[in-house]
T-cell receptor
Framework: GENVEQHPSTLSVQEGDSAVIKCTYS??????FPWYKQELGKRPQLIID?????GEKKDQRIAVTLNKTAKHFSLHITETQPEDSAVYFC??????????????FGSGTRLSIRP | NAGVTQTPKFQVLKTGQSMTLQCAQD?????MYWYRQDPGMGLRLIYY???????DKGEVPNGYNVSRLNKREFSLRLESAAPSQTSVYFC????????????FGQGTRLTVV
C-alpha cells in the first residue's frame, strides 16, 4: 500500500540556521505533496504544498523541492526563528481526481530552534 | 464559519465501553477523514469518505466504524474500546478533485483505562 517515510524524527538547529526535512513516497500516482505544521496542542495546518508538475516552490523563508524520479520531496526552512519550533508533517496525495483518495502522512519531525 | 468541529475535546473511557466521536464541517467539502495521532507515529488514516454514504478503510481501520451521515457530518465509533486506542483523534475535510489542503478539527484526546 501507500507509504510515506519522513526523516529525521527530531531536529535541533541554532536560530538563524537552516533546517531540512526529507520525505519519500511509494505511490507513483501521488501528484500533490503538502506540508503541515503542528504547534504544541494545536491542529495541523498547511504551510506549503507542491504539485508533481513543479520541481520547486518557495514562500518567503520556506521552500519545497520535489524529485519525482526518486520519489523524494523536501522542506527547507532558512533563517530559522523561535516560532518555527513545531512538528512538521509531509503528506502524499492523489489529487485532482473525481473521487477522494487517501492522504497519507509521514511520521513527523519535531523541530526545535535553539536560541 | 467554524470550519471543522469535533466533539468531545476530551474523553476517558473504560476498557470495553463504546463511544462515538462527532465531526462536522461547514465548508461544503465532499471528502472527510479520520486520523489518529500517537507519539512518534504521525497521523495515521483510520477511514475516509468521498461523499455521503461512501466510506473506505485507511491504514488502521481495525476496531473502528464510521458513518457519513450527510455531507457535513462524519462520525467515528469505537464499539469496544481498548487501551491501544488511547490517542488523539483528528477529523479533517477537503475538496475533492482539486489540489487543496485538508482542514483539521481541533482534535479529541481519548484515554482508555
Amino acid at each position: 500500500g501507500e507509504n510515506v517515510e519522513q526523516h529525521p524524527s527530531t531536529l535541533s538547529v541554532q536560530e538563524g540556521d537552516s533546517a531540512v526535512i526529507k520525505c519519500t513516497y511509494s505511490d507513483s500516482a501521488s501528484n500533490y505533496f503538502p506540508w503541515y505544521k503542528q504547534e504544541l496542542g494545536k491542529r495541523p495546518q498547511l504551510i506549503i504544498d507542491i504539485r508533481s508538475n513543479v520541481g520547486e516552490k518557495k514562500d518567503q523563508r520556506i521552500a519545497v523541492t520535489l524529485n519525482k524520479t526518486a520519489k523524494h520531496f523536501s522542506l527547507h526552512i532558512t533563517e530559522t526563528q523561535p516560532e518555527d519550533s513545531a512538528v512538521y508533517f509531509c503528506a502524499a496525495h492523489r489529487s485532482g481526481y473525481s473521487s477522494a483518495s487517501k492522504i497519507i502522512f509521514g511520521s513527523g519531525t519535531r523541530l526545535s530552534i535553539r536560541p | 464559519n467554524a470550519g471543522v468541529t469535533q466533539t468531545p475535546k476530551f474523553q476517558v473511557l473504560k476498557t470495553g465501553q463504546s463511544m462515538t466521536l462527532q465531526c462536522a464541517q461547514d465548508m461544503n467539502h465532499n471528502s472527510m477523514y479520520w486520523y489518529r495521532q500517537d507519539p512518534g507515529m504521525g497521523l495515521r488514516l483510520i477511514y475516509y469518505s468521498a461523499s455521503e454514504g461512501t466510506t473506505d478503510k485507511g491504514e488502521v481501520p481495525n476496531g473502528y466504524n464510521v458513518s457519513r451521515l450527510n455531507k457535513r457530518e462524519f462520525s467515528l465509533r469505537l464499539e469496544s474500546a481498548a487501551p491501544s486506542q488511547t490517542s488523539v483523534y483528528f477529523c479533517a475535510s477537503s475538496r475533492t478533485g482539486d489540489y487543496t489542503e485538508a482542514f483539521f478539527g481541533q482534535g479529541t484526546r481519548l484515554t482508555v483505562v
